[in-house]
């Protein structure tokens, strides 16, 4: 691949069916829980990225029988009800939060030592609370080297269950991890949030996934205490992933941008992926939006207008929304924000940087950005091995000339075929 990759710009509005890859939330969270099943499980329509790779290899490393068929998106995965064949494993999950979180609850089920380390930038994510909710439940955990951080060593000796308190400001997904084990302990979960939790549509995306492979899980309504009782047992079943809701976003917003329209096919209004909520935001800027039984579709305005959001609920699509921003009319402002500045790069700092370095006037907060839209400056966008960074940043490129992106290959991470996908766009 070339790098930096120029973007052409479009020459005529899109008009477009697209279909993307399936879910890397749901992807992942299927392979772990079909692992703790009994039995044969077959999850088709699964993402094929690095992410899901790292969680399929850490699994059979863990003893447990994954195969993958790439060509077909499919996995089938033989579950061991929820024990772990390995008295111990050495685990790397390269930059893969999901996998990382998801795994460190799940090698305590097992009875052994198993360690978990990572990249460089996944070295720096934080892991604390979870590590610190695990202690709570009586798990042998420790961070190596840097406090609350990989590389992390458990003495596994089982879970028993119990209550837990856990900081909810970082990240949904330790919540997700306990969530996942907690029917495989004897005394089930419940666990207590302390402060606001982010991204809080992926717990209802990690219930859906173990109420389907027969698991029960309760909530109250404002995300406090969440709840899974213990002494069940995940049922093996065929599986079939929606597409990713999040590479979705990109052709919506191609849309958005070029006053086109472009529909997103087997993405109905019943998916409880909350990064759908960025059609909201598409809405207020002006554009048409239809929400369908099994497809989405967004239809572009003249003029997209500025808007202000909180965005917690959907922070991977702020980059999104930044990346329209300088071709709305207006002022567009994306606030409470603040956990993305610990994921792949530190998403605000990035976004920041490379609208400046497009010619924009922006306003950096704690919790998010301010974007005054100013004419476009050609630039190579650099992209901090975040794929996020170059899906979003590369939508700039379908407007205007002198776009390039760098590192391109990093959106590997979660959809390997963008850039094919994207092209497709000017069929």
Known sequence: MIDPLPI????????????????????????LVAAMADGHSVID?????????????????????????????????????????????????????????????????????????????????????????L????????????????????????IEG???????????????????VGPLTRRGMEIHVEG???SKPYIDLTA???RTFGATVERDADYRTLRTSGGQRYQARAYTVEPDASNASYFLAAAALTGGRVRVNHLGRSSVQGDLQVLD?????????????????????????????DANAYADMALTLCALAPFAEGPTEVRNITHV????????????????????????YPDGLRITPRPIQPATIETYDDHRVAMAFALVGLRVPGIAIANPSCTAKTFPEYWDCLDALRA
């Not at 020459?11 to 992942?28: E, F, I, L, M, Q």
């Not at 798990?139 to 080297?145: K, L, N, P, R």
């Not at 119990?162 to 996942?180: R, W």
């Open 208 to 210: 859906d996934v173990m």
């Open 45 to 133: 329509g699964a993402l094929f990225s690095d992410d899901t790779e790292r969680m399929a290899d850490s699994l059979r490393r863990l003893g447990l029988r994954v195969e993958a068929d790439a060509k077909a998106a499919r996995f089938d995965v033989w579950g061991s009800g929820g024990a772990i064949p390995t008295a111990g494993a050495d685990l790397f999950v390269g930059n893969a939060g999901t996998a990382a979180r998801f795994l460190l609850a799940f090698v305590a089920l097992g009875h052994g030592r198993y360690r978990l380390d990572g990249d460089p930038r996944m070295r720096l994510r934080p892991q604390g609370p979870l590590l610190a909710g």
């Open 162 to 180: 119990g209550t837990v308190t856990m900081d909810g400001s970082q990240s949904s997904q330790y919540f997700s991890a306990l969530l996942m």
């Open 281 to 309: 935001a598409f809405a207020q800027m002006g554009c048409t939006v239809a929400r369908a039984d099994d497809h989405m579709e967004v239809r572009g305005p003249a003029q997209l207008r500025g808007i202000a959001v």
């Open 341 to 364: 500045r610990e994921q792949e790069c530190d998403r605000i700092d990035a976004a920041v940087t490379e609208l400046r370095r497009l010619g924009q006037e922006v306003e950096e």
């Open 8 to 31: 052409e710009p479009l020459r005529r509005p899109p008009d477009a069916t697209v279909t993307v890859p399936g879910s890397k939330s749901y992807t992942n969270r299927a392979l």
């Open 135 to 158: 202690g709570q439940l009586g798990v042998a955990i420790a961070a190596e080297e840097r406090a609350g951080c990989l590389p992390v060593s458990v003495q596994a000796a089982g």
């Open 196 to 198: 606001e939790l982010v």
